[in-house]
């Protein structure tokens, strides 16, 4: 409909090849890709060359310390800033390259993804969104996005579609992207719905005070 391509990755093990040879815009992956990328960085970085080594976890600190801003859209100091800019000549830029060099963001989905795999990515200058939604919602309900990403919660609801809480904690979604029903099984599908027309979910959730999932 919006004229994308879209490429599957051949398996974990041919990830890194195919990124190189489509160079894609928006990266789509469970935990576990992240996870495998996580480590192998980490672990090609520390069998690295010393000055290298050193160089990195500089740079990584840096992007650590402007993430925060980063995230929820706001101005780093001066000095924050311009450091930040060199890390990302140094460092940043070149393990973007490995990416493709074109990445706008990627997003996790499917299971909850750990938080330290966030700030790592978010410290290189690599935005991680993170989506919530089930097969019932035609995949996404909500999601982060750049500039309004509290790590933790899988952001605000998408355009048309409305999330919120029973009294025993069961997120409840209602929107264009909440299917009709099981195929042949009135019951299961009646079972699905709130009498007033809300799909019970099954996972426990809570919207924080900025509207958060």
């Known amino acids: 409909f919006r004229g994308i391509q879209i490429?599957?990755?051949e398996g974990i093990d041919k990830l890194a090849t195919n990124i190189v040879e489509t160079k894609p815009t928006i990266f789509l992956g469970a935990p576990r890709v992240y996870e495998k990328?996580?480590?192998?960085l980490l672990r090609a970085i520390d069998e690295g060359p010393k000055l290298r080594k050193r160089l990195f976890y500089w740079a990584l600190n840096i992007g650590k310390q402007i993430t925060p801003y980063k995230l929820r859209g706001r101005t780093p100091p001066l000095g924050l800033k311009i450091l930040h800019q060199l890390a990302k000549?140094?460092?940043?830029?070149?393990?973007k390259q490995r990416f493709g060099g074109r990445i706008k963001f990627m997003v996790s989905a499917a299971a909850p993804i750990a938080?330290?795999?966030?700030?790592?990515f978010n410290a290189m200058d690599i935005t991680i969104l993170e989506g919530w939604g089930m097969t019932e919602t035609s995949a996404p309900s909500t999601i982060t996005r750049p500039g309004k990403i509290k790590i933790g919660t899988v952001g605000h609801p998408l355009k048309g579609v409305?999330?919120?809480i029973a009294e025993d904690g069961e997120i409840l979604v209602k929107g264009g992207n909440v299917f009709k029903g099981y195929f042949k099984d009135e019951e299961q599908t009646k079972?699905?719905?709130?009498?007033?027309?809300?799909?019970?979910?099954?996972?426990?959730g809570?919207?924080?005070?900025?509207?958060f999932l």
Do not use: C, H, M, N
């Open 162 to 164: 409305e999330v919120k």
């Open 206 to 211: 809570e919207i924080d005070e900025e509207g």
């Open 115 to 120: 938080p330290e795999i966030l700030e790592f």
């Open 7 to 9: 490429a599957i990755a």
């Open 89 to 95: 000549l140094l460092v940043f830029r070149r393990i």
């Open 37 to 40: 990328i996580y480590s192998r």
């Open 191 to 204: 079972e699905a719905f709130t009498p007033d027309g809300w799909l019970k979910t099954g996972d426990i």
